[in-house]
């Protein structure tokens, strides 16, 4: 299922990938261009989220009014908030999206730093196999370590040692397009198909090197995690504390850096030029979305929503509210059937009463009317 997850995201970017080094001949400079590209096809999608969230600093104090006026009553306060959600025309669900693509993209890039063999020298699986063997024969140590997804880096490394003994299965051509590959699969002279240490052997320029790309990408992920902690506060003062969120947010700069040790140097250089262009990004986003900005925006989208949905056309938090309506409805007969079935005809009687009462009553608070019990006194005994 994995190898299968990684060539579904590897591919398309590895041809990007590609297109890109063909351009600029240097692998390192390949994923920084790389990365501008991903940004953006995603820019739209990042500019929708972050206003959004600059729609939900205007949204929050009145969620926080039906919090407390539907304090004791749960399910009335989650009707309510979902039409509050269709008012104001927010999605709460548009952030899973940007975060998907993300882990599609991540699922990409691991696959093309692991195969440069395959996607940027475009080598055959049959040599990339035969290949490996040598490295099994010449080099056992580095083989157990490039099995699976590494076995291409291995073969790049081996070869870089031993052209000698790869010459009968690449001959003259590949293996002249490998050795000129490697000296350009580089950043500032750090191999970037090495994985990062926290101990190496010795430390000298390129292990402190590979050491600081782990530890920058955490660093960048801190900031940007950091930033928006503060600029959500400083627009929302009457924000509360997250707890468990704010726990899973300072955590992802942990795991930045902890993944970034456990893969390809490569990998770890992508999630450094992804985590500082997204705080250049946010920081730009922010500044654009002023209070002025976003009431006009949310003025337009508010005519356009009305013109959109005039002709009965339902919103998808409309559509949210239906099917719950629905449920509850369902849920509402099954618990009259119920409760009645074994009940006398005088006590059906009383019960439907209460019943009537109850609803008065619910339609009256809907509406801001006052609810008169003796009205129902009458109705009930007109019906006797």
């Known amino acids: 299922m994995s190898d299968f997850l990684y060539d579904l995201c590897g591919k398309p970017f590895g041809w990007i990938m590609r297109l890109i080094y063909d351009l600029v001949d240097n692998y390192a400079l390949a994923i920084l261009l790389f990365t501008i590209f991903t940004k953006l096809i995603l820019f739209p999608i990042s500019y929708k989220q972050q206003k959004n969230s600059a729609k939900m600093q205007r949204f ?96 790049l490394s081996a070869q870089h040692s031993d052209a000698g003994a790869f010459q009968s299965v690449l001959g003259d051509n590949l293996s002249a397009k490998m050795t000129e590959f490697y000296d350009k699969f580089n950043l500032f002279g750090i191999n970037l198909g090495e994985v990062p240490s926290w101990h190496p052997d010795v430390w000298n320029a390129t292990a402190v090197g590979l050491f600081l790309i782990p530890v920058l990408s955490g660093v960048l992920q801190l900031a940007l995690t950091i930033y928006m902690q503060i600029y959500q506060k400083k627009k929302n003062p009457g924000m509360p504390n997250m707890g468990c969120m704010n726990v899973m947010l300072y955590a992802m ?27 250049i990004q946010s920081v730009g986003l922010n500044c654009y979305f002023t209070k002025e900005r976003i009431e006009a925006i949310c003025e337009k989208e508010n005519q356009k929503n009305a013109k959109k949905y005039a002709n009965g056309k339902k919103s998808f938090m409309q559509r949210m509210m239906d099917v719950q309506q629905g449920n509850d409805v369902m849920s509402q007969r099954e618990k009259y059937a119920e409760e009645t079935k074994d009940m006398s005809r005088s006590e059906l009687n009383k019960y439907n009463q209460q019943v009537l009462k109850d609803a008065r009553k619910r339609v009256a608070e809907k509406y801001g009317e006052t609810y008169d019990e003796s009205d129902s006194t009458e109705d009930s005994g007109d019906q006797k």
């Open 60 to 155: 929050n104090p009145k969620l926080e009014k039906l919090r407390k006026k539907y304090k004791d009553d749960p399910k009335k306060m989650q009707e309510e908030q979902m039409k509050l959600y269709q008012e104001e025309n927010i999605n709460p669900g548009a952030s899973c999206l940007p975060m998907f693509l993300q882990f599609f993209i991540l699922f990409g890039i691991l696959d093309v730093v692991y195969k440069p063999l395959s996607f940027i020298l475009k080598m055959k699986d049959s040599v990339i196999s035969s290949a490996f063997e040598i490295v099994q024969k010449v080099n056992p140590e580095l083989a157990k370590q490039g099995t699976s997804l590494r076995r291409e880096l291995a073969i």
């Open 253 to 279: 700069p942990i795991f930045s850096v902890w993944f970034a040790f456990q893969v390809p140097a490569g990998v770890g250089f992508y999630w450094v030029c992804s985590s500082f262009f997204s705080l």
